[in-house]
C-alpha cells in the first residue's frame, strides 16, 4: 500500500503514488456511500470510470450496484502456453493471420450463431440475456475493440505463450445498462441519500431487481468465460494449422476482472465489486497484462486482506483514448515497438488509443 486518504466517512487505501482528479473524485465519492464496508482499494492501474474508477475494489453491506462491475460483465483474462520454444517472424505472421480468419474482432461478429454446446448452460435464462441471446451466440468467439487483444508472448520460461483479453461482447453491456436505469429510478423513488451525481446507484440485495441482476451478471460472467476459451480453442487451431500439428498446449488459465461476488472479509459476508481489478487470495494464479510494448505476468496472490485479497488487472491509462489518438505521435509509437522487434498491428492515428505511451508502466 503505498498511502491512505482519511478525509472521508471511509479511508481510501491506495496501491499508487498519484492519481487523476476525476479517479479521485469518484473514489471520495464510494468512501461516502452509507453501506461501504471497512474501506476503498484502489489498484495500481487506477484510472477513471463510469462512477467508480477501473482499478478500484469495493465491498458493500446489503447492496450491490450495477455501475461498480461495470458494461463489460465477465471482462478478464486467458492465457495458455505452447509446447515451442521459440518462432520465426513469417511463421507467427502466419499464425496471426490464421486467427484474424477464425476470430472477428472490433466490431464484426460470426455471420452465423455458433453451436449451443459453447454457450453457458442455464435451463432458464434470465430475462435480458434471453433478450439478446440469439446475438450473443453469433458473438461468442469474438474478441471486440477498445484495449481487448490476442497476443503471443515469448515467456520468461523460454516458451511461447498466447494470451487473450476480453468480455461478454453486447451481452453485459445490455445487462448492465438495464440495470442501472433500473436501479437509478428506482433510488429515485426511495429518496435514496445517495446523489445521482455519485453515479452509483444501488440495489438493496432483498429486492426483486437484485437477485434478478445477480442472475444475469453472473451468466455473463459465465457468457466471457465462455468466449475466451472458444478464441482460445481457436487460436490452438491456428498454432496446429500453420505448425503441422507439432505442438502442445498446457491448462488454461482464467482470471476476470469485473463482477461482484460473495466473499468473507473482516469477519463478514459481503459483496466485493471488483472494477478493473483481480482478485488474489493465496496461491491464486492471476494475469496482469502489460500495455503493448511492456511485459505482462502470470502472478500468484498473496492474499494481502487491506486490498480485499485483490491486484491490478493491467499496465492502466495515463491519458484518454482520444486524447491519445490527438497527442501521441504516431512514428514514436511504431518505433517503440519495432526497436523490440514486436510484431504489432499500430497504422494509423485510430490505434493510437491503446498504444503503450497512453498507458502508465507498471513494470519496466
Same mark, same amino acid.
Given at each position: ?7 472521508? &466517512?471511509? @479511508?481510501?487505501?491506495? =496501491?499508487?503514488? $498519484?492519481? $487523476? ?36 475494489? +469495493? ?6 450496484? @450495477? ?57 432458464? !435464462?434470465?430475462?435480458?440475456?434471453? /433478450? ?56 429515485? /423513488? ?12 444501488? +440495489? @438493496? ?23 475466451? /476459451? ?21 491448462? +488454461?488459465? &482464467? ?6 461476488? =460473495?466473499?468473507?472479509?473482516?469477519? $463478514? ?67 517503440? !515497438? ?13 490505434? !493510437?488509443? $491503446? ?6 508502466? +507498471?513494470?519496466?
Amino acid at each position: 500500500m503505498k498511502q491512505v486518504i482519511s478525509t472521508e &466517512n471511509r @479511508p481510501i487505501k491506495m =496501491w499508487l503514488d $498519484e492519481i $487523476e482528479e476525476n479517479a479521485l473524485i469518484q473514489a471520495k465519492n464510494m468512501a461516502n456511500l452509507p453501506f461501504v464496508h471497512k474501506h476503498v482499494a484502489l489498484m495500481p492501474d487506477a484510472h477513471m470510470g463510469y462512477g467508480m474508477p477501473i482499478g478500484g475494489v +469495493l465491498a458493500t453491506k446489503g447492496v450491490i450496484i @450495477p455501475n461498480a462491475v461495470g458494461v463489460d460483465i465477465g471482462c478478464g483474462m486467458c492465457a495458455m502456453r505452447t509446447s515451442i520454444g521459440d518462432a520465426d517472424s513469417d511463421t507467427l505472421k502466419s499464425i496471426m493471420s490464421q486467427i484474424r480468419k477464425l476470430i472477428p474482432v472490433g466490431f464484426n461478429w460470426h455471420k452465423e450463431a455458433q453451436d449451443e454446446k459453447y454457450m453457458p448452460n442455464m435451463d432458464v !435464462l434470465p430475462a435480458i440475456v434471453e /433478450r439478446h441471446i440469439i446475438k450473443a451466440q453469433k458473438q461468442i468467439g469474438s474478441l471486440g475493440g477498445g484495449n481487448h487483444f490476442i497476443e503471443i508472448q515469448h515467456g520468461s520460461d523460454g516458451y511461447i505463450w498466447v494470451m487473450i483479453h476480453s468480455g461478454s461482447r453486447n451481452l453485459g453491456n445490455q445487462v448492465a445498462q438495464f440495470y442501472n436505469k433500473k436501479a437509478k429510478a428506482l433510488n429515485e /423513488r426511495w429518496h435514496a441519500s445517495v446523489p445521482a451525481s455519485y453515479d452509483l446507484a444501488f +440495489l @438493496p440485495i432483498e429486492t426483486d431487481e437484485a437477485h434478478a441482476y445477480m442472475k444475469e451478471m453472473n451468466y455473463c460472467v459465465d457468457f466471457a468465460f465462455a468466449n475466451r /476459451r472458444l478464441m482460445m480453442e481457436r487460436v490452438q487451431h491456428a498454432f496446429q494449422s500453420v505448425m503441422k500439428g507439432e505442438v502442445e498446449f498446457d491448462e +488454461l488459465i &482464467n482470471i476476470a476482472h469485473n463482477y461482484a461476488a =460473495w466473499e468473507n472479509h473482516f469477519g $463478514e459476508n459481503v459483496l466485493v465489486h471488483r472494477k478493473g481489478a483481480t482478485r488474489a487470495r493465496l496461491g491464486e494464479l492471476g494475469i496482469i497484462p502489460g500495455s503493448q510494448g511492456t511485459k505482462s505476468y502470470i502472478v500468484e496472490g498473496l492474499g494481502n486482506p487491506e486490498s480485499f485479497e485483490s491486484c491490478s488487472h493491467g499496465a492502466g491509462r495515463v491519458m484518454g483514448r482520444k486524447q491519445a489518438q490527438r497527442e501521441l505521435d504516431l512514428n514514436t509509437e511504431i518505433k517503440r !515497438l519495432d526497436d523490440k522487434g514486436i510484431i504489432h498491428g499500430i497504422r494509423h492515428n485510430k490505434d !493510437l488509443d $491503446e498504444a503503450a505511451g497512453a498507458t502508465r508502466i +507498471l513494470i519496466p
